[in-house]
């Protein structure tokens, strides 16, 4: 079986009637109130930021929707599931429409996907032999990979990644929730690449 194929993109149905502008209660910068899901699409894709986001998903981890949340609103090109298809969507409030989200049956197909279509592999941990964010390099085209809030990336994921940066911080706790770490390395991917 070729594991280097497509992933199985996920469509999701929406239920969209037209709004004005003024009666638009979703969860939309000004400028995109009263639009349709498909104009909002079509316009966030002229304006990508490079990179792409990749979700462990082995223990239906409700912070999945934050990391998917976040990645809408810095303009990833696309987010990967692997594992579970299924997911909690509640954190996304709706966003992931807006978004490409793939679907990866397990690490080995996803490793086997992006070493195909030449991808940069970063794994977003703090075990031993990260590097440092601000010392670390996250070159365009990248996939930024998040694990599960409890055990972080799987050993297969970490092994096959081109390098593990960690976030620095300065208190006592042993790391920040995987939402909250999701937002700051893509606020500092968007800085680095499109500020």
């Not at 400028?31 to 239906?60: D, M, R």
């Not at 996907?113 to 592999?121: E, G």
């Not at 990644?161 to 995987?178: H, L, P, W, Y």
Request: proline fraction near 2%; glycine fraction near 6%; charge should be neutral.
């Amino acid at each position: 079986m070729d594991d280097s194929k497509e992933p199985l993109r996920v469509v999701f149905k929406s239920e969209e009637t037209p709004l004005s502008a003024s009666v638009d209660g979703r969860n939309l910068i000004d400028g995109y109130k009263g639009k349709s899901i498909e104009e909002i699409k079509n316009n966030l894709a002229a304006n990508k930021t490079p990179f792409e986001v990749a979700i462990e998903n082995f223990q239906h981890d409700f912070n999945i929707g934050t990391v998917v949340r976040n990645a809408n609103a810095f303009n990833a090109r696309a987010v990967h599931i692997i594992g579970k298809k299924h997911w909690n969507r509640r954190g996304a409030m709706k966003t992931e429409v807006y978004l490409d989200v793939y679907h990866h049956k397990d690490v080995t197909s996803f490793i086997a996907w992006s070493k195909a279509n030449s991808k940069h592999l970063i794994a977003i941990d703090n075990q031993e032999g990260s590097i440092l964010l601000n010392n670390a390099e996250m070159p365009k085209d990248s996939i930024l990979i998040f694990g599960n809030e409890n055990d972080g990336l799987s050993k297969e994921m970490i092994e096959n990644c081109d390098k593990m940066v960690a976030i620095e911080q300065f208190g006592s706790t042993r790391s920040v929730n995987v939402g909250v770490a999701s937002g700051i390395i893509m606020y500092e991917f968007a800085r680095r690449h499109r500020l």
